[in-house]
């Protein structure tokens, strides 16, 4: 049974940073490309940042570029979103995927197996 579980997540001010980590079981983790997406209150859930199979293919939203980085450690089985300069507008839940259809995908449907998510609340 395949797994993703997301920790991290927290309650900071703005421009704290946080490092969410995602560890996988279950399935042939190299294989799999990796992203982030967020859900907001009230809002579609949207890509974040992901990252193929190597280590050096990473792609971001422009929401998040240069603030947050994603990577990867295959032999934990774990990927990594460490978030800097934060503010109230990152307040979401964030979650983790896996494919193994895609390497660069942003959209959910190309996306096999979800973590449950975890929450991150900035205040201003």
């Known amino acids: 049974q395949v797994r993703l579980l997301e920790s991290g997540g927290g309650l900071v001010q703005a421009g704290d940073s946080l490092r969410l980590s995602c560890v996988a079981s279950?399935?042939?983790?190299?294989?799999?490309?990796l992203s982030w997406f967020r859900q907001a209150p009230g809002k579609e859930r949207e890509f974040v940042a992901g990252i193929g199979w190597t280590t050096d293919m990473t792609y971001y939203s422009d929401s998040v570029k240069g603030n947050f980085t994603i990577s990867r450690d295959n032999a934990k089985d774990t990927v990594y979103l460490q978030m800097d300069n934060l503010t109230p507008g990152d307040t979401a839940i964030y979650y983790c995927?896996?494919?193994?259809?895609?390497?660069?995908?942003?959209?959910?449907?190309?996306?096999?197996?979800w973590g449950q998510g975890t929450q991150v609340t900035v205040s201003s």
């Open positions: 995927a896996a494919t193994i259809r895609a390497f660069y995908a942003i959209k959910e449907s190309w996306y096999d197996h």
């Open positions: 279950g399935l042939a983790f190299r294989s799999y490309a």
